[in-house]
């Protein structure tokens, strides 16, 4: 199916249309299909369908609290999560906004070429269609990133302040300001 991407301000009025993209398959079974590209073993990737199946907050929040996030910073990601993949780690989409495929809790984004965070998540969650399922492994490679590793040095002073930063230093969207608005506003139920 698809659908157009339209940004909207807080009072709806349409800011900008992005253009079509497909919008994912959430069928249970994902069968990948290759795409050229290869990850670290050799194996083509995939062109993968969207998992349907979404991890408990609470049980992501338990493992962020386990690796040293305080609250906030749980919160912050907790948001973003949400926003990025509805808690699901295999969401995929195969081309978004123009770009390359994407996918995972925080829709980590190749370029066209099949080059970039995508791809990287896959391989350091063990390749094929781990990563579908490997939510810990995507936090784990989120951590791992220099943003990733600043984040969880930086102390904020709210859930909404984490929420924002992550936006606007990591996930980068279109429409930057307003997402980290839009998301700030909300982080605090996950707090």
Same mark, same amino acid.
């Given at each position: 199916?698809?659908?157009?991407?339209?940004?909207?301000?807080?009072?709806?009025?349409?800011?900008?249309?992005?253009?079509?993209?497909?919008?994912?398959?959430?069928?249970?079974?994902?069968?990948?299909?290759?795409?050229?590209?290869?990850?670290?073993?050799?194996?083509?990737?995939?062109? =993968?369908?969207?998992?349907?199946? %979404?991890?408990?907050?609470?049980?992501?929040?338990?493992?962020?609290?386990?690796?040293?996030?305080?609250?906030?910073?749980?919160?912050?990601?907790?948001?973003?999560?949400?926003?990025?993949?509805?808690?699901?780690?295999? %969401? =995929?989409?195969?081309?978004?906004?123009?770009?390359?495929?994407?996918?995972?809790?925080?829709?980590?984004?190749?370029?066209?070429?099949?080059?970039?965070?995508?791809?990287?998540?896959?391989?350091?969650?063990?390749?094929?269609?781990?990563?579908?399922?490997?939510?810990?492994?995507?936090?784990?490679?989120?951590?791992?990133?220099?943003?990733?590793?600043? =984040?969880?040095?930086?102390?904020?002073?709210?859930?909404?302040?984490?929420?924002?930063?992550?936006?606007?230093?990591?996930?980068?969207?279109?429409?930057?300001?307003?997402? %980290?608005?839009?998301?700030?506003?909300?982080?605090?139920? =996950?707090?």
């Amino acid at each position: 199916m698809k659908v157009m991407e339209i940004i909207l301000s807080g009072d709806d009025d349409i800011l900008s249309k992005t253009g079509w993209f497909d919008l994912p398959s959430l069928d249970k079974d994902s069968q990948p299909t290759t795409t050229g590209s290869t990850d670290k073993t050799g194996t083509a990737l995939a062109n =993968y369908k969207s998992s349907a199946n %979404a991890v408990n907050p609470n049980d992501i929040k338990k493992y962020l609290l386990s690796k040293g996030f305080d609250n906030n910073q749980a919160a912050g990601w907790l948001v973003n999560i949400k926003w990025e993949s509805g808690f699901k780690p295999g %969401a =995929y989409v195969k081309s978004d906004a123009g770009q390359g495929q994407s996918g995972g809790f925080f829709g980590f984004h190749d370029k066209v070429n099949g080059n970039g965070l995508f791809t990287q998540m896959v391989n350091a969650t063990g390749g094929g269609n781990k990563w579908q399922t490997d939510w810990q492994g995507q936090l784990d490679f989120a951590m791992r990133d220099s943003r990733g590793a600043e =984040y969880k040095r930086t102390k904020f002073s709210s859930p909404g302040e984490a929420a924002s930063w992550w936006v606007t230093h990591y996930e980068k969207p279109a429409n930057t300001s307003q997402q %980290a608005a839009i998301r700030a506003k909300s982080a605090s139920q =996950y707090a």
